[in-house]
T-cell receptor, first 112, second 113 residues
Framework: AQKITQTQPGMFVQEKEAVTLDCTYDTSDQSYGLFWYKQPSSGEMIFLIYQGSYDEQNATEGRYSLNFQKARKSANLVISASQLGDSAMYFCAMSGNNDMRFGAGTRLTVKP | DGGITQSPKYLFRKEGQNVTLSCEQNLNHDAMYWYRQDPGQGLRLIYYSQIVNDFQKGDIAEGYSVSREKKESFPLTVTSAQKNPTAFYLC????????????FGQGTRLTVV
């Protein structure tokens, strides 16, 4: 079975600084996708970034980048130049041949 | 506009009653999912469906049931057998199960009174 682990329940970062949110995964599938979502207090899930297991280059979307290390089975999210609006829950997720699963999440707080 | 719609946004249920949460998408997606989220926690997979008339149990399917009679609809019934149903329920859809972004509805907050 697939498993996603986020070991940081909460993180703090100073406004305008960069922050890394950790995500490790476990799967026996050869082909899979890795995602990051943001969930503000309103509850909606906002897609941030995607990395395919066969993609050799790390994905980037604006201020978001995914540090993909396949051998270590990690898919860390890097947010550059943090903004106050980045304060939210962040979830790592993985899709495989059977389903799509999420980690427990990391609550990020950006300090002014 | 294409999207995924959940209704109602808030739902109150008396103990012992079944209740059905609606999820409709007009994105022509094959895969649909139901997740449960408890306060301060992550999303746990209840059921998912890859195609019409087919669905699979997730990690916490006990006390829940689903149907997939149409591609665009994936309703979730919370039965009286679910011992602790108060939670936030999220429905999602994706083109397929692999390699594509999942689009989420706005969620339904269910409270048992």
């Amino acid at each position: 079975a697939q498993k996603i682990t986020q070991t940081q329940p909460g993180m703090f970062v100073q406004e305008k600084e960069a922050v890394t949110l950790d995500c490790t995964y476990d799967t026996s599938d050869q082909s899979y996708g890795l995602f990051w979502y943001k969930q503000p207090s309103s509850g909606e899930m906002i897609f941030l970034i995607y990395q395919g297991s066969y993609d050799e280059q790390n994905a980037t979307e604006g201020r978001y980048s995914l540090n993909f290390q396949k051998a270590r089975k990690s898919a860390n999210l890097v947010i550059s130049a943090s903004q106050l609006g980045d304060s939210a829950m962040y979830f790592c997720a993985m899709s495989g041949n059977n389903d799509m699963r999420f980690g427990a999440g990391t609550r990020l707080t950006v300090k002014p | 506009d294409g999207g995924i719609t959940q209704s109602p946004k808030y739902l109150f249920r008396k103990e012992g009653q079944n209740v059905t949460l609606s999820c409709e998408q007009n994105l022509n997606h094959d895969a649909m999912y139901w997740y449960r989220q408890d306060p301060g926690q992550g999303l746990r997979l209840i059921y998912y469906s890859q195609i019409v008339n087919d669905f699979q149990k997730g990690d916490i399917a006990e006390g829940y049931s689903v149907s997939r009679e149409k591609k665009e609809s994936f309703p979730l019934t919370v039965t009286s057998a679910q011992k602790n149903p108060t939670a936030f329920y999220l429905c999602a859809s994706s083109i397929t199960l692999l390699g594509t972004e999942a689009f989420f509805g706005q969620g339904t907050r269910l409270t048992v009174v």
